[in-house]
């Protein structure tokens, strides 16, 4: 039986190309987590060793339940055939404080939320992308975690942009998390006034710490260019 020992965050900044389109595992690995599974099946969808760190940085950068596991993570070739089969999480915390966490983070959004509920839906949007320009900063030692968002008020492109989403959800505005082509940003996309505008609320956040006045619009609802 082969092992690796894959780190997420560093694997993130060797991979260049799109990500791997992975629909089906990565629905599967957020369930198991959810359900705090100690072995995540992936028998269905085996993977390469590239398609298993592009999978799995993707789902640190667009999975909620991502924050619940540690970044380095074991996979194994059970049946011998090169390609990888079971994953083996390494939970931060216990099933009953998982769940606690999420209804927490939950609780934390929703009182965002509730500041939106007489405003339309692109003056929504303008509010809940000021708050997290105002309110959050960047982390430097790249926590990505939701719970860690919402307790410290910092944060990365990764949990910003899942917090983002998961806002724009509950508000039933079209949301999407893009990850650039060489894995080591992302950013939202909007679906306003008929058509996608990007969203990037590090950069926001960074313009915001300048003091200039208005510059932290320079990256709300950007076009593709």
């Known amino acids: 039986m082969r092992k ?3 780190t997420c965050l560093m694997a993130a900044m060797l991979f260049v190309g ?12 957020d369930e198991a987590v ?5 072995y995540i099946d992936l028998s269905d969808n085996q993977l390469t060793s590239e398609e298993l760190v592009k999978t799995m940085t993707e789902y640190f950068g667009t999975y909620p339940n991502a924050g619940l596991i540690n970044c ?17 999480p390494e939970y931060r915390y216990s099933e009953q404080m ?7 983070n939950d609780r934390a959004e929703d009182k965002i939320i509730a500041q939106t509920s007489t405003l339309s839906a692109e003056d929504k949007v303008k509010y809940v992308y000021t708050y997290f320009c105002t309110h959050f900063t960047y982390d430097d030692d790249l926590n990505y975690d939701l719970k860690h968002l919402y307790e410290e008020n910092s944060g990365t492109c990764a ?11 509950k508000l039933d505005i079209p949301c999407k998390i ?4 060489d894995m080591t940003h992302e950013w939202n996309q909007v679906f306003i006034n008929n058509e996608w505008r990007n969203i990037d609320i590090t ?6 710490g300048t003091g200039y006045a208005g510059a932290v619009w320079r990256a709300y609802l950007t076009s593709e260019n």
């Open 203 to 208: 950069e926001g956040i960074r313009l915001y």
């Open 159 to 169: 949990s910003f942009s899942v917090a983002f989403k998961n806002i724009m959800d």
């Open 72 to 88: 380095g993570f074991q996979a194994y070739d059970e049946d011998k055939n090169g390609l990888y089969d079971v994953i083996v």
């Open 178 to 181: 893009v990850i650039s082509d």
């Open 18 to 29: 799109n990500v791997y389109a992975a629909d089906t595992p990565l629905i599967k690995i």
């Open 34 to 38: 959810s359900n705090h599974e100690e």
């Open 98 to 104: 998982s769940r606690i966490i999420n209804r927490q």
């Open 4 to 6: 690796i020992i894959i």
